[in-house]
C-alpha cells in the first residue's frame, strides 16, 4: 500500500476469494479515505501479488510485475502462459501479472473518484516489462526514472533449485537481469550480483547513493552498483551470516538525512534470520521446520561512501529487543524509527510441507512458516548513545497477528496505519493465522502532546537548490519560550515508499536546513532552504513536516523536483539569513488536558491511546 495524497490510501492485495468483488469478480485493489475510514473497491486487471512499486516525479504512482494469474487455492489459472503460469482465470478473472506495469494518479474528493483518470491504467498489451518478475527489487533514480531489478519468473519459497546448479536461470524459474522504466531504448541486461546471491535475492534492497551509484544488499552480499555502466564494486559481507531480504524479511531503512551530518547515507539492517543454506530449501519450500527457529535480533550499520574517504564496514549497532522476521521499519517526522509486526521464529512465505514435515495436516500454524507474532512496537532513536537506542517502555501491544504479508505506512498527521497478514495460498479465515481484515492505527508517543505546530505557507513544491521559502508558526503552535521553541524546530520532507512485504520501497526522510526569525508577538517565521540535490532526495512526492520540540505539525504533501523525469533542474544553494532572537522574553503556556491518556484526533471518531494501537474498520481487503 501507499499514501496518494493527503487525503487516500490505496490498498494492492493479490488475486484472491476475498468476499468484495467489482465488475463480478473478487477485488483486490481498493482505495480508503483517511479521514472517514471508509474503502472504494477499485478494478485491477492484472495479479498484483508480490509485485514491486515506486513513485514518479509527478506524484503518480507505478507497480511492477506480480504473479501469474491464479484461480481458488492460489492455484495457476485456467488458461496457461508460455512460461507455465496462469495467462487468465475463469473463476478470479485475473490476468498474468507478471510483466504488468500499472499506473494510478492519485485523486482526491474534489475529483470524481469513478472517472478513468482516477483509476488503476493496468493493460499489459499497452506498457509492459521486457521481463517476467515477481518480487523485484524497484529504487527511483536521480531523474525519477525507476531500475527494476531481478526476481522469479515462477513462484515458490526461495528463488532457486537445492543443490543450486544453475545459479543465473534456476532452469527458467529465475530472472537475474534489470531493467529500466521508461526503458527509452535500454534493453534489459543480466546482473552478476542477482547471480551470486541466487536464491536469496528476492525484493533485494536498494539505495541510490550520493556519488550516483547504488547500494545493492541481498543474501549476505552488498556492493555499490554503478547501474549506469553494469560495474558492480563488492563491500564486506553481511556479519553474522544473517540475511535480511525476503523471506528472512528483516528490517531496513536509510537513517534520516540531516544537514549536521551532510546528508551522509547510512543504512540500518536489523532482524532477518541466520539460517544455515541448507536449511533454506527451494521453490516448493524451506529443508527445516522454520517456525521453529528463532529469528536474529542483530542489528548493523553501513555508511557506503564514508566521508572521510574510509573503507565501508559494517558496524556492529545495538541489538533488538527481541528477534523479529518480517518487521517493518517507519521513520517518523521526529527522526526516530518505529519498527513493527513480525515474528519471534521463521520466515515469511508459505507452504503445505517442510524438509522435516511431510504432511498439511502436521503443520502446526496451518501454512505459516512463522511463529510467535511480536505485537509490540519499539523506537530506535538513531542519535542515542550506543547501548541505549531501542526502546519500548509506554508502547502498546497489539492483538493482531501482523506476519507474512502485512504492511505499514505513515499518514499525514504523523500516525502509522497497519494492515494486512496472510500467509495463507488463499483467503482463510479458521487457521491459525487467518486472512486479516482488520487495520490498525499507531499513534507514536508524540500524540501525548498538548500543543501541535500549525504551520502556514508550506510551498506546493520543492526544488533543488534556489531561493529559500519562508514557513511561519503562530504563537499557539508551542508552549514555553519562543527563542528555545524556535531554536529547536526542523523541517523535514519524509516519503513513506511503497509498503509490501515489511519493507518501504523508496522510504527516505530529510531535513532541510533553516534558520528563524522570532517575532515580537510571539510567532516565528522560519526561513528554509530547498532540498540539496536529486541524488540525496530523488524527485517525487513527500511529506513536508515541521517538528518544534520532537512534536511534528501535521504533514502536508509536496512534490520535490519539476514533476518531470529527466535530469533535474539544480541551482546553488542560497544563503539563509542569520537566525534573529525575540528580546520580549515571549512565552505561551497551554492547560494539559484532564486525561493525559487520550487524545481526540479532528476529523476522526477515534479516541486514540497514546503509544497504543487501535484497531479500525477497514474494508474488506488485503495488503
Same mark, same amino acid.
Given at each position: 500500500?501507499?499514501?496518494?495524497?493527503?487525503?487516500?490510501?490505496?490498498?494492492?492485495?493479490?488475486?484472491?476469494?476475498?468476499?468484495?468483488?467489482?465488475?463480478?469478480?473478487?477485488?483486490?485493489?481498493?482505495?480508503?479515505?483517511?479521514?472517514?475510514?471508509?474503502?472504494?473497491?477499485?478494478?485491477?486487471?492484472?495479479?498484483?501479488?508480490?509485485?514491486?512499486?515506486?513513485?514518479?516525479?509527478?506524484?503518480?504512482?507505478?507497480?511492477?510485475?506480480?504473479?501469474?494469474?491464479?484461480?481458488?487455492?492460489?492455484?495457476?489459472?485456467?488458461?496457461?502462459?508460455?512460461?507455465?503460469?496462469?495467462?487468465?482465470?475463469?473463476?478470479?478473472?485475473?490476468?498474468?501479472?507478471?510483466?504488468?506495469?500499472?499506473?494510478? #494518479?492519485?485523486?482526491?474528493?474534489?475529483? &470524481?473518484?469513478?472517472?478513468?483518470?482516477?483509476?488503476?491504467?493496468?493493460?499489459?498489451?499497452?506498457?509492459?516489462?521486457?521481463?517476467?518478475?515477481?518480487? &523485484?527489487?524497484?529504487?527511483?533514480?536521480?531523474?525519477?526514472?525507476?531500475?527494476?531489478?531481478?526476481?522469479?519468473? *515462477?513462484?515458490?519459497?526461495?528463488?532457486?533449485?537445492?543443490?543450486?546448479?544453475?545459479?543465473?536461470?534456476?532452469?527458467?524459474?529465475?530472472?537475474?537481469?534489470?531493467?529500466?522504466?521508461?526503458?527509452?531504448?535500454?534493453?534489459?541486461?543480466?546482473?552478476?550480483?542477482?547471480?551470486?546471491?541466487?536464491?536469496?535475492?528476492?525484493?533485494?534492497?536498494?539505495?541510490?547513493?550520493?556519488?550516483?551509484?547504488?547500494?545493492?544488499?541481498?543474501?549476505?552480499?552488498?556492493?555499490?552498483?554503478?547501474?549506469?555502466?553494469?560495474?558492480?564494486?563488492?563491500?564486506?559481507?553481511?556479519?553474522?551470516?544473517?540475511?535480511?531480504?525476503?523471506?528472512?524479511?528483516?528490517?531496513?531503512?536509510?537513517?534520516?538525512?540531516?544537514?549536521?551530518?551532510?546528508?551522509?547515507?547510512?543504512?540500518?539492517?536489523?532482524?532477518?534470520?541466520?539460517?544455515?543454506?541448507?536449511?533454506?530449501?527451494?521453490?516448493?519450500? %524451506?529443508?527445516?521446520?522454520?517456525?521453529?527457529?528463532?529469528?536474529?535480533?542483530?542489528?548493523?550499520?553501513?555508511?557506503?561512501?564514508?566521508?572521510?574517504?574510509?573503507?565501508?564496514?559494517?558496524?556492529?549497532?545495538?541489538?533488538?529487543?527481541?528477534?523479529?522476521?518480517?518487521?517493518?521499519?517507519?521513520?517518523?517526522?521526529?527522526?526516530?524509527?518505529?519498527?513493527?509486526?513480525?515474528?519471534?521464529?521463521?520466515?515469511?512465505?508459505?507452504?503445505?510441507?517442510?524438509?522435516?514435515?511431510?504432511?498439511?495436516?502436521?503443520?502446526?500454524?496451518?501454512?505459516?512458516?512463522?511463529?510467535? %507474532?511480536?505485537?509490540?512496537?519499539?523506537?530506535?532513536?538513531?542519535?542515542? %548513545?550506543?547501548?541505549?537506542?531501542?526502546?519500548?517502555?509506554?508502547?502498546?501491544?497489539?492483538?493482531?497477528?501482523?506476519?507474512?504479508?502485512?504492511?505499514?505506512?505513515?499518514?499525514?498527521?504523523?500516525?502509522?496505519?497497519?494492515?494486512?497478514? *496472510?500467509? *495463507?495460498?488463499?483467503?482463510?479465515?479458521?487457521?491459525?493465522?487467518?486472512?486479516?481484515?482488520?487495520?490498525?492505527?499507531?499513534?507514536?508517543?508524540?500524540?501525548?502532546?498538548?500543543?501541535?505546530?500549525?504551520?502556514?505557507?508550506?510551498?506546493?513544491?520543492?526544488?533543488?537548490?534556489?531561493?529559500?521559502?519562508?514557513?511561519?508558526?503562530?504563537?499557539?503552535?508551542?508552549?514555553?519560550?519562543?527563542?528555545?521553541?524556535?531554536?529547536?524546530?526542523?523541517?523535514?520532507?519524509?516519503?513513506?515508499?511503497?509498503?509490501?512485504?515489511?519493507?518501504?520501497?523508496?522510504?527516505?526522510?530529510?531535513?532541510?536546513? #533553516?534558520?528563524?526569525?522570532?517575532? #515580537? *508577538?510571539?510567532?516565528?517565521?522560519?526561513?528554509?532552504?530547498?532540498?540539496?540535490?536529486?541524488?540525496?532526495?530523488?524527485?517525487?512526492?513527500?511529506?513536508?513536516?515541521?517538528?518544534?520540540?520532537?512534536?511534528?505539525?501535521?504533514?502536508?504533501?509536496?512534490?520535490?523536483?519539476?514533476?518531470?523525469?529527466?535530469?533535474?533542474?539544480?541551482?546553488?544553494?542560497?544563503?539563509?539569513?542569520?537566525?534573529?532572537?525575540?528580546?520580549?522574553?515571549?512565552?505561551?503556556?497551554?492547560? &494539559?488536558?484532564?486525561?493525559?491518556?487520550?487524545?481526540?484526533?479532528?476529523?476522526?471518531?477515534?479516541?486514540?491511546?497514546?503509544?497504543?494501537?487501535?484497531?479500525?474498520?477497514?474494508?474488506?481487503?488485503?495488503?
Amino acid at each position: 500500500m501507499f499514501l496518494g495524497n493527503n487525503e487516500k490510501v490505496y490498498i494492492l492485495d493479490k488475486a484472491e476469494g476475498n468476499a468484495a468483488t467489482i465488475n463480478g469478480h473478487p477485488a483486490w485493489g481498493a482505495v480508503w479515505d483517511i479521514a472517514t475510514q471508509q474503502a472504494t473497491v477499485m478494478d485491477v486487471v492484472t495479479n498484483t501479488f508480490c509485485a514491486s512499486g515506486m513513485h514518479l516525479p509527478n506524484g503518480s504512482w507505478v507497480t511492477f510485475g506480480g504473479n501469474g494469474a491464479v484461480g481458488r487455492g492460489g492455484n495457476i489459472g485456467s488458461q496457461r502462459n508460455s512460461a507455465g503460469s496462469g495467462a487468465w482465470d475463469s473463476e478470479y478473472q485475473d490476468f498474468d501479472g507478471t510483466k504488468a506495469i500499472r499506473i494510478l #494518479n492519485p485523486c482526491t474528493d474534489s475529483d &470524481s473518484l469513478s472517472s478513468p483518470k482516477c483509476q488503476w491504467y493496468d493493460d499489459p498489451n499497452v506498457v509492459s516489462m521486457q521481463k517476467r518478475r515477481w518480487y &523485484s527489487a524497484a529504487e527511483a533514480l536521480a531523474d525519477g526514472s525507476v531500475v527494476l531489478i531481478g526476481g522469479f519468473v *515462477n513462484g515458490g519459497y526461495v528463488n532457486r533449485n537445492y543443490p543450486n546448479v544453475d545459479p543465473e536461470f534456476q532452469g527458467g524459474a529465475a530472472e537475474s537481469t534489470f531493467e529500466f522504466y521508461p526503458a527509452n531504448g535500454r534493453t534489459a541486461a543480466t546482473m552478476q550480483f542477482m547471480i551470486k546471491t541466487s536464491g536469496l535475492n528476492s525484493y533485494a534492497h536498494t539505495y541510490l547513493l550520493k556519488s550516483g551509484k547504488m547500494l545493492v544488499q541481498a543474501n549476505v552480499s552488498t556492493i555499490i552498483w554503478d547501474y549506469t555502466n553494469n560495474i558492480e564494486t563488492p563491500l564486506p559481507d553481511m556479519p553474522n551470516n544473517v540475511v535480511r531480504v525476503y523471506p528472512a524479511s528483516g528490517a531496513v531503512a536509510m537513517l534520516p538525512l540531516k544537514p549536521k551530518n551532510n546528508y551522509t547515507q547510512t543504512i540500518l539492517f536489523c532482524g532477518g534470520c541466520d539460517m544455515p543454506d541448507y536449511a533454506w530449501g527451494d521453490y516448493a519450500h %524451506p529443508s527445516i521446520n522454520t517456525w521453529d527457529y528463532p529469528a536474529s535480533k542483530d542489528c548493523q550499520r553501513l555508511t557506503p561512501e564514508p566521508p572521510d574517504g574510509s573503507d565501508p564496514a559494517y558496524e556492529a549497532d545495538d541489538d533488538m529487543l527481541e528477534g523479529r522476521t518480517m518487521g517493518q521499519f517507519i521513520v517518523l517526522p521526529d527522526g526516530k524509527i518505529l519498527v513493527i509486526n513480525g515474528g519471534l521464529n521463521g520466515t515469511a512465505g508459505y507452504a503445505e510441507a517442510t524438509g522435516e514435515t511431510a504432511n498439511y495436516g502436521d503443520m502446526p500454524y496451518g501454512m505459516s512458516l512463522a511463529s510467535g %507474532p511480536v505485537g509490540a512496537p519499539a523506537i530506535y532513536d538513531p542519535e542515542a %548513545p550506543k547501548g541505549s537506542r531501542w526502546s519500548n517502555a509506554g508502547l502498546g501491544t497489539s492483538q493482531i497477528a501482523r506476519l507474512y504479508h502485512s504492511s505499514a505506512i505513515l499518514l499525514p498527521d504523523a500516525s502509522v496505519l497497519v494492515a494486512g497478514s *496472510n500467509p *495463507n495460498a488463499d483467503v482463510n479465515i479458521s487457521t491459525v493465522f487467518p486472512t486479516t481484515y482488520k487495520a490498525e492505527i499507531f499513534y507514536p508517543p508524540y500524540f501525548k502532546a498538548t500543543t501541535r505546530p500549525v504551520p502556514s505557507g508550506v510551498p506546493e513544491t520543492i526544488s533543488y537548490g534556489g531561493d529559500y521559502f519562508n514557513i511561519t508558526l503562530p504563537k499557539s503552535s508551542y508552549t514555553g519560550s519562543a527563542n528555545d521553541a524556535a531554536e529547536s524546530t526542523t523541517v523535514v520532507l519524509v516519503r513513506g515508499g511503497f509498503s509490501t512485504h515489511a519493507m518501504n520501497m523508496g522510504q527516505r526522510y530529510l531535513q532541510l536546513n #533553516n534558520t528563524f526569525t522570532v517575532n #515580537n *508577538n510571539g510567532s516565528i517565521t522560519l526561513h528554509v532552504a530547498q532540498a540539496p540535490n536529486s541524488y540525496i532526495f530523488q524527485p517525487g512526492p513527500a511529506l513536508l513536516f515541521v517538528n518544534v520540540r520532537g512534536i511534528p505539525s501535521n504533514g502536508s504533501m509536496v512534490i520535490v523536483g519539476n514533476g518531470q523525469i529527466g535530469t533535474q533542474p539544480t541551482a546553488l544553494a542560497s544563503t539563509l539569513p542569520e537566525s534573529v532572537y525575540s528580546t520580549s522574553n515571549t512565552t505561551t503556556t497551554t492547560q &494539559s488536558k484532564a486525561n493525559g491518556n487520550t487524545v481526540t484526533l479532528t476529523g476522526s471518531s477515534i479516541f486514540a491511546a497514546v503509544a497504543g494501537i487501535v484497531v479500525i474498520g477497514i474494508y474488506n481487503l488485503l495488503i
